[in-house]
């Protein structure tokens, strides 16, 4: 019975200790948690005349997320695509899709590697944190071993977060992003929440 109890006692320690994120990574600012407040920092890959953000929303002032400086008149006639990235659930709200305009012609951007190719190469922290968000890795702003950062010359490491909800679970991941191709290489670091809830 005290074997039970001293492995029980150990067993979460270990699995925390995998988690250490090193003294020279900064905790992710909590603003960036949200993904709709990390588009206005994309910096496009090539050069387009204007791009827009929108949710699968029919009101058109409900579904703009994010607006390049836009023509003052502008009109799409293209129907909304039926998916998009991040898909969250099905019917209204549930997804996102980007449009941009090039040589007057309106491009759909409407899944992940999409968005990663628009992207191009990583720019910046939110430019990192999309591309990560497109692999299903989150930042989780209440721990670092979810939501911490480095950025360098030729690469942006990060440790991010994957939920599962029942029960809920928060596992850490190592992720190292190529700041010229957008490649990304990640690695479990273990699971350091969990709990008995279902969500």
Same mark, same amino acid.
């Given at each position: 019975?005290?074997?039970?109890?001293?492995?029980?006692?150990?067993?979460?320690?270990?699995?925390?200790?995998?988690?250490?994120?090193?003294?020279?990574?900064?905790?992710?600012?909590?603003?960036?948690?949200?993904?709709?407040?990390?588009?206005?920092?994309?910096?496009?890959?090539?050069?387009?005349?204007?791009?827009?953000?929108?949710?699968?929303?029919?009101?058109?002032? *409900?579904?703009?997320?994010? +607006?390049? !400086?836009?023509?003052? @008149?502008?009109?799409?006639? #293209?129907?909304? /695509? %039926?998916?998009?990235?991040?898909?969250?659930?099905?019917?209204?709200?549930?997804?996102?899709?980007?449009?941009?305009?090039?040589?007057?012609?309106? *491009?759909?951007?409407?899944? +992940?590697? !999409?968005?990663?190719? @628009?992207?191009?190469?990583? #720019?910046?922290? /939110? %430019?990192?944190?999309?591309?990560?968000?497109?692999?299903?890795?989150?930042?989780?702003?209440?721990?670092?071993?979810?939501?911490?950062?480095?950025?360098?010359?030729?690469?942006?490491?990060?440790?991010?977060?994957? @939920?599962?909800?029942?029960?809920?679970?928060?596992?850490?991941?190592?992720?190292?992003?190529?700041?010229?191709?957008?490649?990304?290489?990640?690695?479990?670091?273990?699971?350091?929440?969990?709990?008995?809830?279902?969500?």
């Amino acid at each position: 019975m005290r074997i039970i109890s001293i492995f029980s006692f150990l067993i979460p320690g270990l699995l925390l200790s995998q988690n250490t994120v090193p003294s020279d990574f900064k905790k992710i600012p909590e603003i960036l948690d949200n993904t709709e407040l990390l588009y206005p920092f994309i910096v496009p890959e090539k050069k387009y005349e204007y791009w827009s953000v929108f949710r699968n929303n029919p009101d058109p002032d *409900k579904a703009i997320v994010y +607006e390049s !400086q836009a023509p003052e @008149f502008m009109t799409i006639n #293209d129907p909304a /695509p %039926e998916k998009g990235f991040f898909q969250k659930c099905l019917g209204e709200n549930c997804f996102t899709f980007l449009i941009a305009c090039e040589n007057s012609q309106s *491009k759909y951007f409407s899944n +992940e590697q !999409q968005l990663r190719n @628009f992207i191009g190469s990583v #720019d910046n922290l /939110p %430019e990192a944190i999309l591309v990560a968000n497109t692999y299903g890795f989150t930042v989780d702003s209440s721990d670092i071993s979810g939501g911490a950062y480095k950025i360098e010359d030729h690469y942006i490491t990060m440790y991010l977060s994957k @939920f599962k909800n029942c029960p809920v679970t928060k596992e850490s991941f190592w992720i190292k992003i190529n700041r010229k191709t957008g490649k990304i290489d990640s690695k479990s670091k273990g699971i350091y929440s969990q709990n008995s809830d279902c969500q």
